[in-house]
Structure formats: C-alpha cells, structure tokens
C-alpha cells in the first residue's frame, strides 16, 4: 500500500478538521415549497451565497416585515442531498480521528429533517440522507487508511419519547425503556443497554434501519405522529486501533431527528398529547440551554434537565464538534413557527463548543 499518499490524506483531513473547530455550525436549509401543500408563497428566501437569508411577514407587505439572519451556510430548496453531503463531510471524516461529532436536525414537522437525515426514499441512492452517506463514508476512508489502521464500525439506534428511551434495534421487538449509565459516558456508550450492531456494508445499514424504522412504527399509535414526537438517535460508534504503534483511537458520531418544534396550543390540547408537548418542548429547551451554557463557559452545563442531553453529554462540550440543520418551511401559513426555528437557532450559534485536538 502507498503509505506515503495514506499520509496526505491524513494530512489533508485533519488540515480541513482545523478549519471545522470553534463555534457550533448552524445551517439552514429551506426545503421547497410542495405544490399542493398548506399555505401559498415562499417568504424564506436565501439571499446570495453566503449564510443570509430573509424571512417575510405576510401580514406586513414590503421593507418593513422583511428580516435578516446570517448562519455558517444556508442551502437554497434547490440543494441537492450530494450538495449538503459534501459541506458536512470534513466533520464527518473527522471522527475516524477519534473525535465526538454531534448533528442534529431542528424545525416544525414537515420541515425536512428526515428528508435531510435519512432522505425520502432509500432505493434511490441519489436521495439519500446524511446518515447513509456518512456510514459509505465512513466505510470508504477507513478502508484507504487499512494499511495503517485497522476501524471497527458499529451501530445503535435509540429514541426519546415522553422522556423514555427505547432501543430501536432490538430483534425481539420488545421494546424495554432503557436507563442512562453516567460511567459509561465518557466512551460514548450512554445507553450501554441499547443493542450494538457491527456493520460492515452499506446493506448491513441498510437492514439495520429497516429493522429501526419497523420498531419505530409498531410502538407508534400512528406512525407519522409518533415520529413527529420523539427524537431518534443513530449513533456511529468508531474505534480504531493503530497498526504500528498499538494504540487505540474511538470516535463516535450521533445523527439526530429531534422531534417537530411547533409550539401547541395549551388552550386546545389535553391528555396524551399535552404530555408529548410538554416533554418536547422541555428537552428542546433543555438542549438549547446546555449549548447557550457551554457559551458561556459556566461552570454549570445543565445537562441532567433532558434525557436528549443526558444521552449526548459526551458529545456536546470539551472537544466534541456540534453541527446544526435548522430546517424550514418556506410558505406563509409556517411564518410564525419559522421565525420561531430562526430565533432559537440564532440562541445556539456563534457558540464556542471547545476546540482542542483530541489527544486520543
Ligand atoms: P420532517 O421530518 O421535518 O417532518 P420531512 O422530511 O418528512 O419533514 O419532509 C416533509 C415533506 O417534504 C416530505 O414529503 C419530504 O419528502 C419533502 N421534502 C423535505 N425536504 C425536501 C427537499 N429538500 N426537497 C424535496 N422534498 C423535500
């Protein structure tokens, strides 16, 4: 094997991993507007190439009902899948170094977060979301790199519902509420009862998920809602084990659907869907809080509030790398609700997450 060019690319990774530290990444992305779906015109508009966009209030025609905000990038509704893969991929790759990477995607439900994390149709592979990008990924550079390093890839897949968390991959399909192990943490196994599966393949993957989407819905009183209402966390688990000098390297990566952001009406919801509300809101704001505190730098980072944040401890703060898909509905009817999106992922950005190398 050419080790010399196995040297490049680690060098040229790790140059574009430099580039990737400081601040929480937020990327908006605007998804299309649906002929056919609520509402009418399109008053998200990305201005430019920068990471500006405009949001206009229809009940407020010209100059003044126009706002702006700036992120790390926005992506137009004409981005393609491969287009967003490819500004990600660098934060990706960066745990086969042994780094903690965190993604998440925020909105209202219809906004485009499964469209982004797992993507609308799995036999067309130019529409796949991040998750099976990253583990082809994942799968290709570990394999340049076998000369020198040999990686273990393996999978869980978990989801927060009504602050409970079960296992998404479980054979059996019982689905027992699992605990959180604060000892376990530090290696990324949070939920270390949560069932861990090697994958070698992107057909390994892809059964995999299929055993987690069947899961999802057989606990579901309907499916559409329940996945609305729950977050789902697919965590990468990476360790490496160097050749030569015998030492030992773990990443691990964890792609986030979190569940819709929508705020609902008190007045108009009891019982069972009250709950779901109240629990979502209070982890959606206790993930806002924990990454406003690291901000901050305090000396309290108010992780305990939130099982979402209790699972993802490890990887928001110290050296891990946190990216944000804030996603929205482009038409009018989502006005209030975008605006809504915009100002909490205004709260998370321009956030210093630590930035040191991992010396792992
Ligand atoms: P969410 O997960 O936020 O509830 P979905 O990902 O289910 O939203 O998206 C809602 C609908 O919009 C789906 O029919 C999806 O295929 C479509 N959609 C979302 N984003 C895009 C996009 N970028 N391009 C084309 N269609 C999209």
């Known amino acids: 094997?050419?080790?010399?060019?196995?040297?490049m690319e680690n060098r040229r990774l790790f140059n574009e991993v430099q580039d990737l530290k400081g601040n929480i990444r937020v990327f908006c992305r605007i998804r299309p507007f649906i002929p056919g779906q609520a509402g009418r015109e399109t008053i998200v508009e990305h201005i430019g190439d920068d990471g500006e966009l405009t949001v206009a209030n229809?009940?407020?025609?010209?100059?003044?009902?126009?706002?702006?905000f700036k992120f790390t990038k926005v992506f137009g509704p004409d981005?393609?899948?491969?287009?967003?893969?490819?500004d990600i991929q660098a934060f990706i790759r960066s745990v086969l170094d042994g780094y903690n990477v965190?993604?998440?995607?925020?909105?209202?439900?219809?906004?485009?977060?499964?469209?982004?994390?797992?993507?609308?149709?799995?036999?067309?592979?130019?529409?796949?979301?991040?998750?099976?990008?990253?583990?082809?990924?994942?799968?290709?550079i570990s394999e340049t790199r076998s000369s020198t390093?040999?990686?273990e890839i393996l999978v869980q897949m978990v989801e927060i519902y009504n602050e409970q968390i079960r296992d998404l991959l479980s054979s059996g399909g019982t689905q027992k509420k699992l605990g959180i192990s604060t000892a376990s943490q530090s290696s990324g196994l949070a939920v270390p009862d949560a069932s861990m599966h090697p994958v070698r393949s992107t057909s390994d993957v892809m059964d995999l998920m299929d055993i987690g989407f069947k899961n999802r819905a057989v606990s579901a009183t309907s499916m559409n809602e329940r996945s609305s209402r729950s977050h789902s966390i697919l965590t990468i688990h990476v360790r490496g084990n160097d050749l030569k000098t015998g030492s030992a390297l773990h990443g691990?990566?964890?792609?986030?659907?979190?569940?819709?952001?929508?705020?609902?009406?008190?007045?108009?919801?009891?019982?069972?869907?009250?709950?779901?509300?109240?629990?979502?809101?209070?982890s959606l704001s206790?993930?806002?809080?924990?990454?406003f505190a690291l901000a901050q730098k305090g000396a309290h980072i108010p992780y305990r509030n939130s099982k979402l944040t209790q699972v993802l401890q490890s990887s928001l703060g110290g050296q891990a790398k946190?990216?944000?898909?804030?996603?929205?509905?482009?038409?009018?009817?989502?006005?209030?609700?975008?605006?809504?999106?915009?100002?909490?992922?205004?709260?998370?950005?321009?956030?210093?997450?630590?930035?040191?190398?991992s010396s792992k």
């Open 1 to 7: 094997q050419n080790y010399h060019a196995v040297l």
């Open 58 to 68: 229809p009940s407020k025609p010209g100059k003044e009902g126009h706002r702006m």
């Open 79 to 86: 981005a393609s899948q491969v287009d967003v893969y490819s």
């Open 102 to 140: 965190c993604i998440f995607a925020y909105g209202q439900t219809g906004s485009g977060k499964t469209y982004t994390m797992t993507g609308p149709n799995l036999a067309t592979e130019a529409t796949w979301g991040v998750n099976y990008r990253a583990l082809n990924d994942l799968f290709q």
């Open 149 to 151: 390093l040999k990686y």
């Open 252 to 282: 691990n990566l964890h792609l986030v659907d979190l569940a819709g952001s929508e705020r609902v009406d008190r007045s108009e919801v009891v019982g069972d869907r009250l709950r779901e509300a109240q629990h979502i809101n209070k």
């Open 286 to 291: 206790a993930l806002g809080d924990v990454i």
């Open 322 to 357: 946190t990216l944000m898909f804030v996603q929205l509905n482009p038409d009018n009817v989502s006005y209030s609700e975008s605006l809504s999106t915009l100002k909490f992922a205004e709260r998370v950005s321009g956030v210093e997450l630590g930035a040191a190398r």
